[in-house]
């Protein structure tokens, strides 16, 4: 089965950087694993943001970019606000079907 | 727009049945695919399987594989998700999402809420 890893938590102050990254136990993640990210506040369904790797949403922030690192899907927000706190989740595509990262909740802080 | 609205919340009973819905509008139903993700209380997404209403192809994930069943009535633009039997595990927040091609996931259902309880 596989699994796909994300870091379970995150702190990033208003304002700053921050990279959360998803993994594969299959090997590295590439551009074939389609990565899609979303994000997900209490008590609303996901938001989808960025898909194949780095591709935004229309309604997505540019604060928002997606991209490969070291093996990994990346997402990285650049100048945090607020109301960036929230659970994201990466999912990658294997051949037809999709696993979802364990997600990894994002406190600004 | 494009909207996918779900069925409402259900309670149910250990060994019940239970098919529950997600109706598409704003674009063409047969041109995409609705996959089915679950959600059980504070925990993460999990991928069941997905569905293309135009030829019913379908695909499950090997965890979900014959404990659910995946269906669309194309003439009612209207994605299912069924189980013959619950189980208490099965309580679960369970949400629609519209994927474009192979690779793009963009809009999701509102979630429905089941809960099985004895």
């Known amino acids: 089965q596989t699994v796909v890893t994300q870091e379970p938590s995150l702190t990033v102050s208003p304002g700053g950087t921050v990279t959360l990254t998803c993994a594969s136990s299959?090997?590295?993640?590439?551009?074939?694993?389609?990565p899609n990210w979303f994000q997900q506040k209490p008590g609303q369904p996901p938001r989808a943001l960025i898909f194949?790797?780095?591709n935004k949403h229309s309604w997505t922030p540019a604060r928002f970019s997606g991209f490969l690192l070291g093996g990994k899907a990346a997402l990285t927000l650049s100048g945090v606000q607020p109301e960036d706190e929230a659970d994201y989740y990466c999912?990658?595509?294997?051949?037809?079907?999709?696993?979802f990262g364990g997600g990894t909740k994002l406190t600004v802080l | 727009e494009v909207q996918l609205v779900q069925s409402g919340a259900e309670v149910k009973k250990p060994g019940e049945s239970l098919k529950i819905s997600c109706e598409a509008s704003g674009y063409t139903f047969t041109n995409s695919w609705i996959a089915w993700v679950r959600q059980m209380p504070g925990k993460g997404l999990e991928w069941m399987g997905i569905i293309y209403p135009g030829d019913s192809d379908i695909r499950y994930s090997p965890s979900f594989q014959g404990q659910v069943t995946i269906s669309a009535d194309k003439s009612i633009n209207t994605a299912y998700l069924q189980w013959s039997s619950l189980k208490a595990s099965d309580t679960a927040t369970y949400y629609c999402?519209?994927?474009?091609?192979?690779?793009?996931?963009?809009?999701w259902g509102q979630g429905t809420l089941v809960s099985v309880s004895s």
């Open positions: 194949s790797t780095n």
């Open positions: 299959t090997g590295a993640v590439t551009s074939g694993n389609d």
């Open positions: 999402a519209r994927r474009v091609g192979t690779n793009l996931f963009d809009y």
């Open positions: 999912l990658l595509s294997y051949g037809g079907t999709h696993v």
